[in-house]
């Protein structure tokens, strides 16, 4: 934006550079096309479709390198260099994209085991797929409100279509008007927020509304509308990483797809909605944060820590107790999901921190935990697939005595929810560490003091993630029990020899990732790093905007 | 008096109110969606209004307005595809009488 009153559009934008920075984006968008097009030349057959597609995907992580390549050196490079600049590719942009096309992956894996052999309408799903994938692509890269609420939209409107997918199956029209339903009373709040957040300074970018409210916090009547409009705006975010209060929809839709697409939908949507939110949260400490300003602080940064913190506090309990008494193992892992969105947003709460190494591990944790979770996850769904295909039942009883009749299931089944537990020698059990010892640092904080402190908002959200790993240890262990130690005499399950690579590979995965944690954390707290100092290198360059269009003078 | 942004401001406030409403009293789908496009013409009256009197030549939230407009058509139609799809299994598009899914 702020291109008006510029006589010339592209001066000093290198356009070719630029749209080279996005292409695994349009590479994604073409090979939605082709599927467009493939019925014509190809005929509709699911296979042939879905090697377009996987070309396409093997297009897009050969581009992901190049950029990757491209931004290497850290920071933020591309169109945000111009201070309003729509979209952002940076170090964890990229990163997220490699995580995408990989679960991307898995989750075709998934659907040409599962679903390929009677699938009437490939191109469809497959168009739809994509189209979400590319949503949640563009949710990690922009920080402007319009981008923002076009990619959350983009990535929510083709996954209503996606869980109802199946035409006559009511369990499923229904889960998709549930999710429909809430995803669009969600969206429409999210953006009267930010249609008051724009009125504020005047710019659509995230960015320069923080450099500016942070430095004219004595705003009067107008923090009314800051606070009303941020509120507003958490909503939007708050339904797709389905935190309480906005979580229903999330079991019901989970249930009702199918399983590949409800693996889909657990990792990377909230993963997306999560790594939004840190970008979010990044921008409003790139003045200095707390230690810069004190009274910014406790009038506005800590409320907004406070607020993100008992959000993902709520979250995480009510995931894990609701998790307690499902009979479905697809519910029981939606709950399980919501839970652990709630372990993540509670690592983004720690963005105020005063220190830049106090504030980024908290972002470093997510980044970490978002892998890990994503390994862990697919490895669960993906040994939930398999039974689900065999006996055509998602109840726990059909996991019974899954030890003695495939033990090549049962063991990468164990490991990864010994993993969702947090329990050594898996990697979950890092990934929960890292998150506690963010929180640990708040601590010891300069501008604590009273009962609203950031001290008192460590201890209370540790107390909470602990207390929470206990809880739900009892409802991941009731399917390892009835797993090893129950029997009724079932026959072996049949597996797809590729499903049971995917699977065991998750499980050596998780181990082989506790042992190999340092590389994954250097590398997450280089992406973090870099994001943080490129927004406090921007934060003057969005200052001067910020003035610039409140004189009236764009 | 004259008109100025609080006078556009307190409209899409109503109207916003008025849609919230909508959406948490309605059981039918349609009139859930009904309340939602209230709330979306809400925020898009708001981006058109400061755009006016936030200073000569600012297009930024008219442009936002009008992909809210577009958004609207999108959500609506699929909505409408999905009630239809609703309706064919469930005979209702009634929120409440959908409860397969519980728990």
Known sequence: MALLGQTDLWAGIDVGEHLFLFSPMIVLVCTMLAVVACPIILGRGPRSIATVVWLGLGITLFMTFRVAGAVADGGVSGLSTQPGGMLIADNLSVGFQFLLLAFLAGVMLMWWMGSSATERNAPEFFILLLGSALGMVLMVSTTNLLMIVMAIELASLPSYAIVGFEKRNRVAAEASLKYMIFGAVCAAIMLYGASLLYGLVGSLDMAVIASYTIDNLSLGPNRVLLAVGLLCFLVGIAFKVSAVPFHFWCPDAFEGARIEVTTWLSVVSKGAGLLLLARLVTVFCAGGGADANPALSITFLTPLAWTIGIIAAVTCTVGNFAAYKQRSVKRMLAYSSIAHAGYMMMATAVFIHPSISGSTAGITALLTYVVIYLLMNLGAFGVTAMVVWDTGSDKIEAFTGLMRRSPWLAVPMVACLMSLVGMPPFAGFIGKWWILVALGRLQNTATSSGMFSLSTLGWLLMIVAVVNTFISLYYYLRIVVQMMFRDDGQRTVRTPIVGLAMVNGCAVALFALLIFAQPLKRTAERFTRNMYTASVEQDGKHKTLASAIQRGTP | ?103
Not at chain 2, 19 to 28: P, Q
Request: net charge neutral; with cysteine; proline share 0%.
């Open chain 2, 1 to 103: 008096m004259t008109i100025g942004v609080t006078h556009f401001l307190v409209v899409g406030a109503v109207m916003f109110c008025c849609g919230l409403y909508t959406m948490s009293t309605k059981r039918n789908a349609i009139g859930i969606l009904i309340g939602v496009e209230l709330v979306l013409n809400s925020s898009a009256l708001n981006l058109v209004a400061f755009d006016r009197y936030m200073g000569a030549g600012r297009l930024d939230g008219q442009i936002m307005a009008l992909f809210i407009i577009v958004l609207a058509a999108a959500e609506a139609a699929l909505a409408v595809g999905i009630c239809i799809n609703v309706y064919r299994n469930l005979a209702t598009v009634d929120v409440d009488k959908a409860t397969q899914l519980r728990g």
